[in-house]
Every structure is written in structure tokens, then in C-alpha cells.
């Protein structure tokens, strides 16, 4: 689109006569706010701290210039420069070789745009973001917001207070939680206060499975509010709620919006991972907000300003049930690499897994590697034919978790795609070729935390098949009994 400056108004224009591309304006002008100016409450929904494309807005052009004349749309450059490089507004991408160019038809030039968020639809030098400036929706307050009456351990009461705290303050918190702690109930009080200051509450999570996971268990526990679940395809893409589960992707649509964020599994990928992501989850957050982190392995850094007093944060050491954290027993197991390519296991792998077949104990192997996991696979199938693998790009993952629940697998075999998120109630665990790179101090922990879940089975064996012990490793167990030492002392775990 190109546009005009004119008596200091912004104005769409056809023809390339005197008009220029968004981002070439120097500054755009913004109409002071016309109290009397009959506003469409659709578009109040729609835009009310989002930064969406003229395409995600089903209104006329005329009606959305109407609206910002009055002062209650604002244009922003889709693309901005910071002394002459671009960088794009949504994403926060300054890489140029994330930018590239395309003949455009919107404005009749060669025109840059964003590769990074291209999946959320094109931004270019062209495009105007538009939000809202006018005042946001009304919340509509039921008398109980709280449906969920359940019960805190004593450790989820002790987080689940900071969280109160931090949200009233709008101060930042970490919630460093072992996997097991019950770390969702523990945000309920933190989300009722919030909502009852009406105040907007979104909870972010890098994967799809958690928000589909999260959404029900939500909407049970705050039956008469608004829940908008956002993931790609998603059908509450335009939903208005006090409250939003979103995935992490999808606050790149949203800007200055909450006035609390939960961002789950702070550690995890794709987040660390995606600069993108962060910045989304900063430019989604109103200025003056609360932030709670939620993770059970904070990365190195993090850790360190934990114990050195530069970071807010409350750890629920022990699990709901009160009982300890597996400790992976480290068991050295040769060249396993080797023996693969021979079409053999490692005998004590194979030991450790015929030992559960026999006692019909499920367990989940973990290996760093599709190719070489599905080297085991055929061996393994002699020793029972129902044996599963499973790996990320696998078209049937979610059919065989379900089997794995249902106890129709013994075994499977898996990458790190279910290192975290996925419960089965009595497993053990396994890591065969524990020393490779992939499997780093926080996966480890996570992998130990899928054993001894449940309340009726709460130890499970642990064990890291290695070549070679390393660092992460160590560390990982080390978090891991430091925890359950912290647990002990602060009497949450019988024992
Ligand atoms: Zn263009
Ligand atoms: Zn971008």
C-alpha cells in the first residue's frame, strides 16, 4: 500500500503520485481520539492489543481509515529502519539474510519483506500494521470467577502465593517447578486475581499438544470465562478473551495485550531457540505487566541469577505425591554406535530391556538419533513384535502415545520429541547413548522426570547407557538430588 501525508493524516492512496511505501513516511501522524465518534465494536474486538495485516481484517478499507482518522486505529510500519537497516516490527528480525525482495503489487515497487514470520502472512516495507487505540472491550465479571476448588500441596501453596504476589505487583517471577510438582494448579489463584482486577491473562507454550492439554483443564477451572485457544489453524483467531492459551507463534499477532503472561517452558524449543519468540512474548506484554516463567529446568544462566539473588523466582521442589525424583544411575555401555551397525544392542541394554519385558513394566527408550533408534527397532521387534518407535515427523505419534497410554506398547522407542509433556502413569526410562550433545543437562532431567508420575507408582528406574559420562550428565543428577535434598528439608517429601 502507498500513502499520503496530508493536513498531518495519513491516506491511503491508488496511484504512486506523491505517495510512498509505509515505511519511507518518517513519522506516522496519529489523530487525537474523537469521544464522539460511533466506534465499531467488532473492530474494538478484533484489534484491541493486536498488531494484525489489512488481510486479517475483514472491514473496508474506508471504514478502517475512518476509524484512524478518528483516532481509533493506529498505523504502524510493518518495517522500520534503524539507521538504514530494517528491521521488521512484528518479528524483531534484523537479520538481512531473513529479508529479501519481491515485485510488489500493493505498491509497485521491489519491496522487502520479513522471511522470519512469513507464516503468519507477509510483511513487507509496505504493510501498515494496524492496532487499536481506543478504549478495550468491557469485561464482563462472573460472580465466582474460581470453579476449580481442588486442594495445593504445601509446596504448590508456598509458589502458587509468589504468583499472587507477582501478578499484584506486576512484578517477574520463575516458578521452577520438578516435572510432577503440579505446576498448572499452581497458577489458578494467580489467574483468578488477575481477572478479577480485569486484567487480560495469556499463558504461552512453545507446542500445539500443551495448548489443546491446557484449554479444557482451563475452561473447567474458570467455567464462565471467555477462553480464546490460539495455535495455527486455530478457529478463536479473532476470539476477544480475558483469558488466552496460546502457542508461542501466536503472539507475534498481538502487542501491548496483557497485563499478565505465563510463558510455560521457558527452556524448551522452540523458544530459546527463536529470538523471534522472545521478542513476541516482550512486545505482547502491556508495559507496565507481570510475567511468570514456568520451567522445570531453567538453562545454566538463569540458574546462576537464581542463586547469585538476580532473579525472582520460588521453586516447588518435591512432586504432588511426596514422594522423591527418580536418580538416574549412569551405566557405561560401550560403543553402542558400533554394534548397531552390526545389527546388535549392547548387552546390558538388552538386559535391562528384557528385564521389563518379562516383569511387563512399560518403558520408554530414548535414543539421540532417528536413523540409529530405527536401526534398534528390528532387533528389538524379535524380542516382542508390539515394540513401537516414535519420532517427531512421525505421521502416526499421537495413535501410538494413545497405545502406549492404553498399555498396548511394552516398549518405545523414541527421539527427544517426548522428553517432556507426555505422562504415563508406571514406566521406567532408559537413555541409550546418554553422552551425545542432543541429550543436554535440561532434556536429561526432563527424560528422568517422566518416571514415577503417578501417585500409585511413584519410582521408576532411571538409567543413562553411555560411552562416555559427561557433563551434562553430572549436572542433570546433581539438579536433580539438590532438589529432592531441598524437598526433604522443606518437609515435602515423606521419607
Ligand atoms: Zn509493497
Ligand atoms: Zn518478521
Redesign the pocket.
Known amino acids: 500500500?502507498r500513502f499520503l501525508v496530508k493536513n498531518n493524516l495519513l491516506v491511503p492512496l491508488r496511484e504512486s503520485k506523491n505517495s510512498l511505501?509505509i515505511s519511507q513516511i518518517p513519522v506516522i501522524p496519529q489523530p487525537p481520539l474523537n469521544p464522539a465518534f460511533p466506534y465499531n465494536v467488532h473492530l474494538q474486538l478484533l484489534l484491541t492489543g493486536k498488531q494484525l495485516l489489512m488481510d486479517d481484517v475483514p472491514f473496508s478499507l474506508e471504514e478502517i481509515q475512518k476509524h484512524y482518522e478518528n483516532g481509533y486505529i493506529t498505523y504502524r510500519k510493518g518495517i522500520d529502519y534503524r539507521r538504514n537497516h530494517p528491521i521488521c516490527s512484528r518479528c524483531g528480525n534484523m537479520a538481512e539474510n531473513w529479508f529479501a525482495r519481491f515485485p510488489?503489487?500493493?505498491?509497485?515497487?521491489i519491496?522487502l519483506?520479513c522471511r522470519k514470520c512469513l507464516m503468519m502472512g507477509r510483511i513487507?516495507?509496505?504493510?501498515p500494521l494496524l492496532g487499536w487505540n481506543g478504549r478495550a472491550p468491557n469485561h464482563h465479571l462472573p460472580e465466582n470467577i474460581r470453579g476449580w476448588k481442588g486442594k495445593l500441596s504445601v509446596g504448590q501453596q508456598t509458589a502458587s502465593n509468589r504468583v499472587v504476589e507477582t501478578v499484584r505487583n506486576m512484578k517477574e517471577l520463575l516458578v521452577w517447578a520438578v516435572c510432577g510438582a503440579g505446576k498448572t494448579e499452581v497458577l489458578f489463584a494467580g489467574i483468578e486475581t488477575a481477572l478479577r482486577a480485569e486484567r487480560r491473562v495469556c499463558i504461552a507454550t512453545p507446542r500445539t499438544d500443551v495448548v489443546l492439554e491446557l484449554t479444557p483443564r482451563l475452561k473447567t477451572a474458570f467455567p464462565d470465562i471467555s477462553v480464546a485457544s490460539l495455535f495455527g489453524g486455530s478457529e478463536d483467531r479473532h476470539l476477544y478473551a480475558p483469558l488466552t492459551i496460546a502457542t508461542t507463534h501466536q503472539l507475534l499477532r498481538f502487542h501491548h495485550a496483557f497485563d499478565t503472561i505465563i510463558l510455560d517452558e521457558v527452556d524448551a524449543f522452540p523458544y530459546t531457540a527463536e529470538e523471534s519468540l522472545q521478542y513476541a512474548a516482550v512486545h505482547a506484554r502491556k508495559p507496565v505487566s507481570a510475567m511468570i516463567y514456568l520451567t522445570a529446568t531453567p538453562n545454566e544462566k538463569w540458574q546462576r541469577e537464581c542463586r547469585t539473588g538476580k532473579r525472582a523466582f520460588t521453586t516447588i521442589p518435591a512432586r504432588f505425591h511426596r514422594h522423591p525424583l527418580p536418580i538416574p544411575s549412569f551405566t557405561w555401555c560401550g560403543n553402542w554406535q558400533k554394534q548397531l551397525k552390526k545389527e546388535k544392542l549392547p548387552a546390558n541394554v538388552l538386559h535391562w530391556i528384557k528385564e521389563r519385558l518379562e516383569n511387563n513394566k512399560q518403558a520408554l527408550l530414548f535414543f539421540p538419533h532417528i536413523l540409529l533408534m530405527e536401526k534398534a527397532l528390528p532387533i528389538l521387534r524379535k524380542l516382542a513384535p508390539e515394540i513401537e518407535s516414535v519420532h517427531a515427523e512421525d505421521p502416526d505419534r499421537k495413535n501410538k502415545v494413545q497405545k502406549m497410554r492404553n498399555k498396548e506398547i511394552p516398549l518405545l522407542l523414541t527421539t527427544t520429541i517426548l522428553e517432556r509433556g507426555v505422562t504415563f502413569p508406571n514406566i521406567d526410562v532408559a537413555v541409550v547413548g546418554a553422552e551425545d550433545d542432543i541429550f543436554t543437562e535440561s532434556a536429561l532431567v526432563q527424560i528422568a522426570g517422566r518416571a514415577g508420575r503417578s501417585k500409585e507408582f511413584p519410582n521408576g528406574v532411571v538409567t543413562f547407557f553411555h560411552y562416555g559420562k559427561t557433563e551434562a550428565m553430572l549436572k542433570a543428577r546433581k539438579q536433580i538430588t539438590a532438589m529432592n535434598r531441598e524437598g526433604v528439608r522443606k518437609g515435602l517429601i515423606d521419607g
Do not use: D, K, L
Not at 513487507?124 to 504493510?127: D, P, Q
Open positions: 500500500m511505501p510488489c503489487a500493493r505498491c509497485g515497487e519491496c519483506y513487507s516495507a509496505c504493510t
